[in-house]
């Protein structure tokens, strides 16, 4: 699979890469960061698209080949990556909010810290 996504007001860093699937993408919800708490914090996810007018898309996990990690889970979205905020907060989904982030896409080892639909 190739994961390309453009820089854009979500994430300033554009990517393309190649990954080869071990699993089928699956729709997820929530994951579990640790950039900010070391015992970790459930955030709200989407995919973000480059539709202005509707930029929210589906963001997906699957099980790929990674050369540092044997296997380990891709998060992906849409073209301009996926956005985070935590799972108690409760306004829209916007890029001028200061209490969410992108990022072009993730990688994390433990299913764990996934929440399927």
Not at 29 to 35: A, E, G, M, P, S
Not at 81 to 96: C, T, Y
């Amino acid at each position: 699979m190739f994961l390309e996504v453009e820089s854009n007001s979500n994430c300033e860093t554009s990517v393309f890469l190649r990954f080869k699937e071990v699993s089928p993408p699956l729709p997820i919800t929530h994951i579990k960061v640790y950039d900010r708490l070391s015992c970790g914090e459930w955030c709200l996810i989407t995919g973000w698209g480059e539709d202005s007018e509707q930029p929210l898309c589906d963001v997906f996990a699957q099980k790929v080949e990674d050369s540092g990690a044997g296997v380990a889970t891709l998060i992906f979205g849409g073209l301009y990556g996926v956005r985070l905020k935590q799972e108690q907060n409760e306004e829209a989904w916007s890029l001028e909010s200061a209490q969410q982030w992108g990022e072009p896409y993730l990688l994390l080892s433990d299913d764990r810290d996934i929440r399927y639909t």
